[in-house]
């Protein structure tokens, strides 16, 4: 199947500074996804892209599609300690367009 | 504003024992997704359902069995629960590819 790819699994960074993920696919996805899990809780929708080349903020998150559709970026502007979590790219496959995740990168913020 | 609803919350299990974890949404949505997490896994996709009355298997299906009630309940049952299912379960529903999930269960099998 399709698979999403996200590294690295951790990343740490000072309180206020910025920080940027990727998440890349052999294949072409048509929606991107971008999902925040709290700890202890399910997964929260942030971002959703259609459109190659689309730029979306919701915040102080901003998300790109890729232009060649096979990547997908968020970035995170003067994080703050309650942007700790996992962060997931997702997006839909198959002829039943089931969601597919990528294995998430765990952001620390350190005060 | 209830969204995805799961039960249990938190579940021990003996080896060999079975179980069933309810989830219900009441958004109107077709899908509906069970994932397990693990440390470093990600969410891995058990089973889906595309509408009520059909069921097909995601990337770690053995184990497990599903079954869509209605169009708001989707629920996962480990026949022989093992040691291999400890692990935070999620229910998810759709809407235009956009998910919703529920809060987990978090099962423990001993």
């Known amino acids: 199947g399709q698979q999403l790819n996200q590294n690295p699994q951790s990343m740490f960074i000072q309180e206020g500074e910025d920080v940027s993920m990727n998440c890349t696919s052999s294949s072409i996805f048509n929606t991107w996804l971008w999902y925040k899990q709290d700890p202890g809780e399910g997964p929260v929708l942030l971002i959703a892209l259609y459109k190659a080349g689309e730029l979306t903020s919701n915040g102080r998150l901003t998300a790109q599609f890729g232009i060649t559709r096979k990547d997908s970026f968020l970035n995170i502007s003067a994080s703050i300690p309650s942007d700790v979590g996992i962060y997931f790219c997702?997006?839909?496959?198959?002829?039943?367009?089931?969601?597919?995740f990528g294995k998430g990168i765990t952001l620390s913020v350190r005060p | 504003n209830a969204g995805v609803t799961q039960t249990p919350k938190f579940q021990v299990l003996k080896t060999g024992q079975s179980m069933t974890l309810q989830c219900a949404q009441d958004m109107n949505h077709n899908s509906m997704y069970w994932y397990r997490q693990d440390p470093g896994m990600g969410l891995r996709l058990i089973y889906y359902?595309?509408?009520?009355?059909?069921?097909d298997k995601g990337e770690v299906p053995n184990g497990y069995n599903v079954s869509r009630l209605n169009k708001r309940e989707f629920s996962l049952r480990l026949e022989s629960a093992a040691p291999s299912q400890t692990s935070v379960y999620f229910c998810?529903?759709?809407?235009?590819?956009?998910?919703?999930f529920g809060q987990g269960t978090r099962l423990t099998v001993v």
């Open positions: 359902s595309a509408s009520e009355g059909t069921t």
């Open positions: 997702a997006g839909p496959t198959g002829a039943n367009s089931k969601l597919t």
């Open positions: 998810a529903s759709t809407a235009l590819e956009l998910a919703f």
